[in-house]
């Protein structure tokens, strides 16, 4: 059974950092591309950013220099480092594995930037 855990999320100001974390359980992170999304209330969930197996990152250009995409093997978990902070970054963020016809996707941890 594939379980993803983000966690990571809170208050933070603007300007400020905060790292997410998601952690897995049924699924090697290692072996597959990895995506983090988030959805502002009202809104589509978008994307965020994307690691591939083979290391490769891309991001969307609203977090593109602030967000920071990465892979632990080792704990099997990947983080979302965010600098630099906006109010239009607070949502919900989900981290998310497509895995063959699914696609798999954690319940999501919220992060509010506002003074």
């Known amino acids: 059974q594939v379980q993803l855990v983000e966690s990571g999320g809170g208050l933070v100001q603007p300007g400020g950092s905060l790292r997410l974390s998601c952690a897995a359980s049924?699924?090697?992170?290692?072996?597959?591309?990895l995506r983090w999304y988030r959805q502002a209330p009202g809104k589509q969930r978008e994307f965020v950013a994307g690691?591939?197996?083979?290391?490769?990152?891309n991001y969307a250009d609203s977090v593109k220099d602030r967000f920071t995409i990465s892979r632990d093997n080792a704990q099997n978990t990947v983080a979302l480092q965010m600098h630099s902070l906006k109010p239009e970054d607070t949502a919900v963020y989900y981290c998310?594995?497509?895995?063959?016809?699914?696609?798999?996707w954690g319940k999501g941890t919220l992060v509010t930037v506002s003074s």
């Open positions: 998310s594995a497509p895995l063959g016809p699914f696609t798999y």
């Open positions: 690691l591939t197996a083979g290391g490769g990152t």
């Open positions: 049924g699924i090697t992170f290692s072996r597959y591309t």
